[in-house]
């Protein structure tokens, strides 16, 4: 149980296109999904808290208008990169919560982003 | 402000040599201690939940005890399928615990 899914594993564009990232919880409801940035040997790096029904939490520093975050039901969340650059090329972990649980988060498996 | 450190870095064992892994942690009301295992272009695979001081969990060649300040995650007889980061991370972030606070990890390389 507690699966997590993302999509795509892997995905490249071109600079100054969009780029949507989904996250599915597949086997529980998840009202709260958070996502992750994480760059090569390091940890990952919380960008924002998503809630079904309700806007998006960011962390400090983290661009709400380029990191559109909507969590439309209790299993689906996504990320959008707008206007992506190269420096946005990073790989993207999405983690869902449990509804009712104690506090674990279930990752999915990643989507690596590369912008070219 | 809740902060999680994780030591060593990076650790190289030989297959069969036991070790420890360590977690301290600095959090204001501990509302569980996560361990998890993260293999490279992966996402983190959870391992453990420890609630309280004295506390241990098991899994095959894995063991995670806890105490007031920290955590250790004790590798018995290792294979060179445990290589990977092992990351361990806290609650934060207000009543609700929204927010992990993770470690940096230690990259496990066992060897054969």
């Known amino acids: 149980g507690a699966v997590v899914s993302q999509h795509p594993s892997r995905v490249i564009c071109k600079s100054g296109t969009s780029v949507k990232i989904e996250c599915r919880s597949l086997?529980?409801?998840?009202?709260?999904m958070f996502w992750y940035r994480q760059f090569p040997k390091k940890s990952l790096m919380l960008m924002a808290t998503?809630?079904?029904?309700?806007?998006?939490?960011?962390e400090q520093g983290v661009e709400k208008d380029k990191f559109l975050i909507n969590h439309a039901s209790l299993t689906l969340s996504t990320l959008t990169v707008t206007s992506a650059h190269p420096e946005d090329s990073s790989f993207y972990i999405c983690?869902?919560?449990?509804?009712?649980?104690?506090?674990?988060?279930?990752f999915g498996p990643g989507t690596r982003l590369t912008v070219t | 402000e809740d902060q999680v450190t994780q030591s060593p870095e990076a650790l190289r064992l030989q297959e069969g040599e036991s070790s420890s892994l360590n977690c301290s942690y600095t959090?204001?009301?501990?509302?569980?201690l996560f361990w998890y295992r993260q293999d490279p272009g992966k996402g983190p695979e959870f391992l453990f939940t420890?609630?309280?001081a004295g506390e241990e969990k098991e899994k095959e060649r894995l063991k995670a005890t806890l105490t007031k300040k920290e955590s250790f995650l004790h590798i018995t007889a290792p294979k060179p399928e445990d290589s990977a980061t092992y990351l361990c991370?806290?609650?934060?972030?207000?009543?609700?615990?929204?927010?992990?606070?993770f470690g940096p990890g230690t990259r496990l390389s066992v060897l054969p």
């Open positions: 983690s869902a919560r449990v509804w009712g649980g104690n506090y674990e988060q279930y």
């Open positions: 086997d529980f409801q998840a009202t709260t």
């Open positions: 998503s809630n079904e029904g309700s806007k998006a939490t960011y």
């Open positions: 959090v204001s009301g501990l509302r569980g």
């Open positions: 420890l609630y309280s």
């Open positions: 991370a806290v609650p934060s972030g207000g009543p609700e615990g929204q927010n992990f606070v």
